[in-house]
């Protein structure tokens, strides 16, 4: 059985299944369907140099968390059922200039926020972590998109 899910607009499944279909076994049973978000705000806590301006560091820690193509939590890149590691937020975090620690890393599940713990967040099959419909809070502020 081969079981495909897929990050998308809900009418692509057809077509993914046919393309499929054309370069498999006609006997291979083929599922496609839409993977389901896990819609969670994320709320992390930078330390920022005395040197650098808040106002410059901040959108450069977003950008590399939440750019749509390159950030770490973009849904293309956090993929279908992987782990997020809470050492892959912090290395993010700590790679833009001007930052000098990570203070505080929480996630909001709902109505519930929760320190972030563990060292991973692993969603089960099908499913993916949805950091862009739930929004980022960088030093109690609010994303822009979310």
Do not use: C
């Not at 969670?40 to 410059?56: F, G, W």
């Not at 977003?62 to 997020?84: F, K, S, T």
């Not at 949805?130 to 929004?135: E, H, K, R, T, V």
């Amino acid at each position: 059985v081969v079981q495909i899910w897929y990050i998308g607009d809900a009418s692509a499944s057809t077509t993914v299944s046919q393309r499929l279909r054309r370069v498999s076994d006609p006997t291979t049973p083929i599922a496609v369907a839409v993977a389901t978000p896990i819609v969670l705000r994320l709320a992390i806590d930078v330390e920022i140099d005395t040197r650098y301006l808040d106002d410059v560091v901040l959108p450069q820690v977003r950008a590399v968390l939440m750019d749509g193509e390159h950030g770490l939590l973009a849904p293309a890149r956090i993929g279908i059922g992987q782990p997020l590691f809470r050492s892959q937020v912090f290395a993010a975090a700590l790679s833009v200039e001007g930052v000098i620690d990570v203070r505080g890393l929480a996630f909001e599940f709902g109505a519930v926020k929760w320190p972030w713990v563990a060292h991973v967040i692993k969603p089960p099959a099908g499913t993916y972590l949805d950091f862009a419909a739930g929004g980022v809070e960088l030093n109690g502020k609010e994303s822009d998109s979310g």
